[in-house]
């Protein structure tokens, strides 16, 4: 049996862990990418409904008609478990034997993003983002 003696393979899982972590958090939806966002500005209400459906919330206030959309974002990281064993000693055998191991449990990061339009005699002149999963 090969001995991992610089914990190499430690090292490696936990590069491997880190680099599913950052490429889950990549992907960005549809309806918070600038350019989709931008595309909407000078649409009608009736355009934006097709596009987004209909909104969680709207609030209409001196003329201006606000629609929000939210989205809420849970990402899941499943955890890692390595266990290790061996025995110490100069050559991989000898006295001081022992387990080993990392355990890192699961967890879970919910985010909220609300993208909010503005509307103005039923064209859409603006849009903004609001929250922590923007």
């Not at 969680?56 to 974002?73: C, K, M, P, W």
Request: charged share 15%; hydrophobic share 35%.
């Amino acid at each position: 049996m090969e001995r991992d003696v610089n914990g190499s393979g430690k090292r490696r899982a936990w590069l491997v862990l880190g680099a599913v972590m950052l490429l889950g958090g990549c992907t960005v939806p549809a309806l918070q990418r600038p350019k989709v966002l931008d595309s909407m500005v000078g649409q009608s209400t009736v355009e934006l409904l097709r596009r987004f459906g209909v909104p969680a919330r709207t609030y209409d206030v001196q003329g201006h008609n606000f629609l929000s959309y939210i989205e809420t974002q849970t990402q899941v990281s499943p955890g890692y478990s390595s266990w290790d064993w061996g025995w110490g000693g100069g050559y991989g055998y000898g006295y001081g034997g022992g387990w080993g191991g990392i355990n890192i449990p699961p967890s879970y990061y919910s985010a909220t993003c609300q993208t909010t339009f503005e509307v103005v005699g039923d064209k859409v002149v603006g849009w903004k983002l609001y929250g922590g999963g923007c």
